[in-house]
Structures are given as C-alpha cells and as structure tokens.
C-alpha cells in the first residue's frame, strides 16, 4: 500500500515540505494570510540553509568563563549559534547565568518537588550547559473591525520575537556530527561477521584459478620453469639439514619446515605431470632435477616430523591450520611415492600450483561458500540503500554444494573434477557478489544523511559544581559550525581522496569472475601461490575506500557501529546438522549398494530364463539315456532276467500263445527296480 504525504515521497514526510511562496499581482486583495505566507517561506528556507549547509553548533563566540563574583554563576559571552532546526541563536551581549538556579529547575522538573536551594550533595557533579532557541509574541495590537463571524478578543500581539534560555542536562551529550564509516556500518552489520565472511572469501579466492586450472587440464603438463627450479634448490638444500631430527619440531620451525614443503612439493609434482622423455629433457636442462629421488625421501621425513608437530601452535588461526595439514597429508600421499600418484591427477596439479586439496579442505571450502552465501542474503535482506538492483537475485541463484560430514583424520580421498568445477565456479561466483556488495555500501557513504530536527538544544559548556559553587568551566568539548557542515567536517583530510577513488570503484563496471584461459597445447603455464599460509593483505582501490572509512584519523570520532541482535547456532542444531550429513552419505551408499544388487538380481534372472527355455529340449534324450543305463544294483541292462546272457534275452513274442501272437503287441510293462541294499558303512 502506498501513502502519499503530498510530496511525492510515498510516506509519512520527515523533513520540510515542497515549499510555496505568494504571488502578488496588480488589483489583488491581499490578506493576512498572503502576507504570513511570505513570511513563512523565506524563514523556512533560511532554516534549511542552516540546517543542511552548515549544521548544529557554535558559530562564533558563546565562550562562558568564570563569574567574576563567584559562587554558582557563569558569564556566558555574546556569540551565534545554530541549533539542529537551523534557528539562529544570538546571544547580543554578556549574560550571568545561574546555574544553581538551572539545576534546582531541573530538579523540580524531574521530580517534581521543590527541595530548596540544599545542594550540599552536588560535590564534583557535572552538568551541560545549554542555550535553546525560543519565540515569544510581544506589541499586542487592537485589530480593526472586520466581517469575520468570530473577531479576536481583546488584544493581539504583532511582533515574534527570536530569544533564546539556558538550561542544564546530563554531561553525556549526543555528537552531532556524521562520521561516513557509521553508515558503511550499517550495511555490514556486526563487523566480526562481515570478516568472517570476507576473510572466508579470500581463502576461497586464492584457490579458485587453481582449481579450474587443475580440473579443466587433468591430463595436461604444468610448465617447470627457472623460477620453479631455483625454488627446488632452495627448499632441498632447506630440507636437507633441517627436515632431520627427533622429535616434533617447535612451532617457528614447524611454519619454516610447511613452507618449504610447500615449495618443494609444488615443484616434484610439476616434473611428474611430464611424460619420461619430458623428464628426461627436463634433467638435461635443469641438472639439480637429478636429485627428485633425493628429494621425495627428504619430504618423506619432513611429513613424518610435521605429523607430530604441534599445528594449534604453529598456525593458530583454523584457516591456515588445516591447509597446513593439507600440505603435510597431500604431499605424503601424491610426490613422495617413487613414481607419484599417476592415479590422482587432479591433487597432483592442485600441488603443483601451490595450493593442496585435502579431504578436510574440501569440507570446509563447501562450509565456507554456505556462510558466505548466508550472510549475503542476510544483508541484502535488510539493506535499505542498494543500488545494485540485480545483486540479490544473483546470490538466491547461486547453487550451494550440499554440506559434508568431517573426514578422519589425515584422509586421503580423491575429489572428481565435477566436484572441484562446482566449487571453483559457486566461490568465483559468490566471491564477485561480496565484491559487489562491499562495493554499493562504500559507494553509498559518499552521501551524507540528513539528520533530524528532534534535539534542538546547543552545548555551550561543560560546568563542574562544588557544592553550590561552579568551580570549572570547559568548553573545548561543544560542537562547532565548520563549512560545509558537520556531516562533511571529518571528512575534509580524506574527502578528495575518496572522491578520487569512486571515480574508479563506484561507477566502473561490474565485477565480474572469468575462468583462467589454456593453452590449446603446449604445457600450461600457471603462477605458484605465494603466501598462501603467510597474510593474506588486502589491496586495491575498494580495500583502501574501506580502510579510510572504517579506521579513524587522529582527533576522528569512531564510526559507531550498528547494535543488532546476533542469533548464533546452537550447538544442538550444528551436531544435528552434522549428523544429518553423515545420514545423507550412509543413505547414498545404500543407493549404491541397492543399485548393484538389483543388476545382480537382473543378470540371474536372464540366465534362469535362459536354461529354462533350452531345459525341455534336452530332457527327453537325458530321460532315454537314463532309461538305457545300465542298472547300477546288478549291472543288467533293463528286461535282462538274472542269470541270463545278454545275447540270450528272450524274445516276448516266443512266449505268446498261437492265439495271442495275432493280437498286437502290446509295450513291456516296466519291471519295478528293487531296491538298493546298502553296503555296512555306507552313508546315506
């Protein structure tokens, strides 16, 4: 539902409406209200210049010092001031001001009751003094008769009269002034989150190129250059008289030793994406290769050692500990064997460039891209300044791979390149949107906002009370007019600086991420990540527009940061949700094992079929050579009388009678086969 406040601006209005003056032409009957008109426009704009162009506080003078005669009062000196409604107060000459008396008054107001002048409880109690502006009508006129139904009574007053009044309040004062990193704020919400998320996007973003590089060029050969063999010196020769020892090595060496495993590592496994003659010429050009046996024995015993170093110590931030781990795991499994992992294409050529992939990274890389997308949308959610329409959209179109339960320790299992594609593209993807995020929120502090008119009370002082007596005056404290305004005040050291970087960040171009380019043949050159388990600094124009906004200057106040609620998992729900993964896993092994059985039990059934077709055309000759056989009991052939030769079996027909030899014949009755006698010791 839209509401319309007469202006256009679709609610309730907030600041001062269009503005109308008369317009005064010849013959026209002016009144009263044509006239007050007048006079309310041109006083309404010069409160708004007031308001917006230069802001609340002390134009000049105002300076209160100490009452010559003491006790509890205060010489307020003439000066000009500006309240938040844009009012001018003037203060045209010296005032003696009673601050006991302000704070009795203020008392009253609060409670109510009138305790005397008894401020023997007011030792070391501090208190602002302020001036507020303030009308008073003054010269009451009789009106003339007019035809009105309900004339004014009496007398009317024909002058407003601009004054002002001191009063006291709370010493803790609310600053005007707009420092730009309160609104950047606002947008990122609780910052802790937003690094989170952000320093979560950087790992992700350092291994990125590598992993399309990796999955799109499984069968290709990455490039050993000079750069990737001085490197091989440098870590061997590190390795050789280090990587030795007992024992697990401290932390400082334990980083030491990850790196040059690293190093080392990265540069074994791009000689093994070559064929044998490939390595062969590679040995002539680079002679310290003849030394790769070497070389995977001395990383053999590095890992044994890193095994058992303390990595919570060595690297205490989560982040970088488990690609730690995934150097020390990948590189035990994939160079230090004889030949390599000709079986594992896609991690060799992950350490190739520098970057293992471990089971475990794996995981959280998957964990990673799940709350950057999360805090996304959160923010988007509540972002009331976005001027990148599409971004949203963007984001909820973004297909997350499904969460993974925590691996054992030190797993070694392989990822498909399908795997490392999606995670590579949703992390490119995601990590293009958090760019256009932080981008529209830096852009949009460049706008200043308007503040509202609600405290229209000036500081002038801080006063300290002992007793009934005012014993220090401080001043230095109180807002002052600057040009341009308070809300561009603090800004003039680095306003230029930023304009000079929006130029470049706030209306450029969308970011955009792009898939590294291969070559269609040859080896594929690609860069070794340097620092990857060092900082991870932040650069370019958009981190430094950041960094000016967020980090004060000297003398700057701090951007204050938005107070919202922050709803964390409970721990209830994130076990159930890692038992829910393990469920997803056991349940797709099922499938699998489901799936394997039912063609087992398809295959049996064609074979069943199969004899059961070719089974009624051999039982017949089965049966009749069955009914030949030989009886097994007394070897006679069927029809054989005992005792009987077989040549002399005896013809039926000679037994028959004259009178039943012209009868047909009719088929020998089968003889009953007598039972087989069981030998002693015979099992049944």
């Known amino acids: 539902m839209r509401t319309d406040c007469g202006c256009g601006c679709g609610g309730e209005a907030t600041r001062t409406s269009a503005f109308v003056r008369p317009r005064f032409f010849a013959g026209q009957l002016l009144t009263e209200d044509d006239l007050s008109l007048l006079v309310e426009y041109t006083t309404a704009k010069s409160r708004l210049h007031n308001r917006s162009l230069y802001g609340p506080g002390v134009v000049c003078g105002l300076g209160v010092t100490c009452d010559p005669c003491g006790g509890g009062t205060v010489a307020v000196h003439p000066g000009h001031a500006l309240d938040r409604a844009g009012n001018d107060i003037v203060v045209p000459c010296t005032e003696r001001v009673d601050v006991t008396a302000l704070v009795r008054e203020l008392r009253i107001s609060g409670l109510g009751v009138d305790c ?15 001036v507020r502006y303030q009308e008073s009508p ?14 004014a009574p009496g007398c009317v007053p024909s002058r407003i009269q601009e004054g002002f009044r001191f009063l006291v309040g709370p010493a803790d004062v609310e600053d005007h002034r707009h420092n730009p990193g309160t609104r950047l704020l606002a947008s990122l919400g609780d910052l802790p989150r937003a690094d989170r998320a952000r320093t979560r996007d950087r790992r992700l973003g350092m291994y990125t190129d590598a992993l399309l590089a990796a999955s799109l060029g499984t069968g290709r050969t990455f490039r050993f250059d000079a750069a990737d063999a001085r490197r091989y010196a440098t870590a061997l020769a590190w390795l ?9 090595p401290p932390p400082p060496t334990a980083r030491e030793m990850t790196e040059h495993v690293r190093a080392l590592a990265a540069a074994v496994a791009r000689f093994d994406t070559y064929d044998p003659a490939g390595q062969e010429q590679l040995g002539r050009d680079y002679p310290d290769l003849a030394t790769v046996r070497e070389a995977r024995g001395v990383l053999g015993t590095a890992c044994e050692r890193l095994r058992g170093a303390d990595l919570e110590a060595a690297w205490p931030d989560p982040l970088r500990r488990t690609i730690a781990r995934a150097v020390v795991t990948e590189t035990a499994a994939r160079v230090v064997p004889a030949q390599g992992d000709p079986d594992a294409p896609l991690e060799v050529r992950m350490l190739a460039q520098g970057t293992p992939l471990g089971h475990a990274l794996r995981v959280e890389f998957r964990a990673d891209i799940a709350l950057v997308r999360e805090w996304l949308l959160g923010r988007l959610d509540q972002a009331a300044d976005l001027a990148d329409c599409a971004l949203r959209a963007d984001v909820a179109t973004v297909d997350v791979p499904p969460l993974l339960p925590p691996p054992p320790p030190d797993s070694t299992e392989k990822a498909t390149v399908a795997e490392a594609q999606q995670i590579a593209e949703t992390a490119a993807a995601l990590g293009t949107a958090l760019r256009r995020f932080l981008t529209d929120a830096a852009c949009a502090t460049l706008n200043p906002p308007c503040g509202d008119s609600a405290d229209t009370d000036v500081l002038l002082a801080h006063v300290e009370l002992n007793g009934c007596d005012v014993v220090r005056v401080c001043s230095a404290t109180r807002e002052q007019v600057l040009p341009g305004g308070s809300a561009y005040g603090e800004w003039l050291p680095k306003l230029y600086r930023l304009r000079e970087l929006a130029e470049r960040v706030c209306c450029g171009p969308l970011p955009s991420c792009r898939k590294p380019a291969l070559p269609s043949e040859g080896p594929v050159a690609r860069p070794y990540a340097e620092g990857l388990l060092g900082d991870w600094p932040r650069t370019g124009d958009l981190e430094e527009m950041l960094s000016l906004l967020l980090t004060p200057a000297p003398g700057e106040t701090p951007p204050k940061a938005l107070h919202e609620q922050v709803y964390t998992t409970p721990s209830e729900v994130t076990d159930s949700m890692q038992e829910l993964a393990r469920l997803r896993t056991q349940v797709s092994d099922l499938t699998a094992a489901l799936e394997g059985l039912r063609a087992q039990m398809s295959s049996a059934q064609t074979q069943v079929t199969h004899l059961a077709e070719r089974l009624p055309e051999r039982l017949g000759p089965r049966l009749a050579q069955l009914e030949g056989t030989p009886d097994q009991a007394t070897g006679e052939a069927p029809g054989q009388a005992s005792g009987e030769a077989p040549d002399q079996a005896r013809d039926p027909a000679a037994d028959q009678s004259p009178d039943q030899a012209d009868e047909p014949a009719k088929p020998p009755a089968k003889r009953a086969r007598a039972p087989r006698t069981r030998k002693s010791g015979e099992t049944p």
């Open 240 to 248: 050789r008289e280090n990587a030795g020892g007992e024992g697990p």
């Open 116 to 130: 005397g002048a008894d401020c023997g409880d007011d030792g070391g109690r501090r208190y602002g003094l302020y």
């Open 138 to 151: 003054v010269e009451p006129v009789a009106p003339y008769a007019t035809e009105e139904p309900c004339p």
